[in-house]
T-cell receptor
């Protein structure tokens, strides 16, 4: 079945630094990639939607200059959390859809802790 | 505003019990409703429902959609401890692209 590989699975960084999270579709072309954030005991909240080769569309309240999304190819999308702060600590998950895919395929998630 | 509401938020049962999880939705441009199981990491896909009244079944799990009443249920029969997880219900957003999720139902199955 369709697989999305997400790295890293967890990361700890210092406040003020930037962190990049990668999602790769391994056996299909991801035409659209979604980035979600999940705080403890909360549901997944959509942050942004990116189509290959286009600028990402951000949900209301999500700072596009802070959460940089790049979807330069049909198999790779990245989320960079710039100048991270402790309140950015969360579980970040990507999800992809592609041609002839049944349902959405999720990456395994990245646990970000900012200290 | 599009929304997905799940109930109950948490549930504790004994092995062998049958459980029913509920999901109601309000979406401007409904296309499909999906159920996911989330353990420690990312959600794993269970079902996608697009038509009313047609039950989808996978082993001990089954789900059905009522588009008139705007809800879906997920049934799990003969529960096992491995069924302990958060069950998420989702539907498409107004643009019809991304998913919007309910808060989930945390199911705990004790032996």
């Amino acid at each position: 079945g369709a697989v999305v590989s997400q790295h890293p699975s967890w990361v700890i960084c210092k406040s003020g630094t930037s962190v990049k999270i990668e999602c790769r579709s391994l056996d299909f072309q991801a035409t659209t990639m979604f980035w979600y954030r999940q705080f403890p005991k909360q549901s997944l909240m959509l942050m942004a939607t990116s189509n290959e080769g286009s600028k990402a569309t951000y949900e209301q309240g999500v700072e596009k200059d802070k959460f940089l999304i790049n979807h330069a190819s049909l198999t790779l999308s990245t989320l960079t959390v710039t100048s991270a702060h402790p309140e950015d600590s969360s579980f970040y998950i990507c999800s992809a859809i592609g041609y002839e895919l049944y349902g959405y395929t999720f990456g395994s998630g990245t646990r970000l802790t900012v200290v | 505003e599009d929304k997905v509401v799940q109930s109950p938020l948490s549930l504790v049962v004994h092995e062998g019990d049958t459980v029913t999880l509920n999901c109601s939705y309000e979406v401007t441009n409904f296309r499909s409703l999906l159920w996911y199981k989330q353990e420690k990491k990312a959600p794993t896909f269970l079902f996608m429902l697009t038509s009313s009244g047609i039950e989808k079944k996978s082993g001990r799990l089954s789900s059905i959609l009522d588009k008139k009443e705007l809800f879906s249920i997920l049934n799990i029969t003969a529960t096992q401890t491995g069924d302990s997880a958060v069950y998420l219900c989702a539907t498409n957003n107004q643009a019809g692209t991304a998913l919007i999720f309910g808060k989930g139902t945390t199911l705990s199955v004790s032996s």
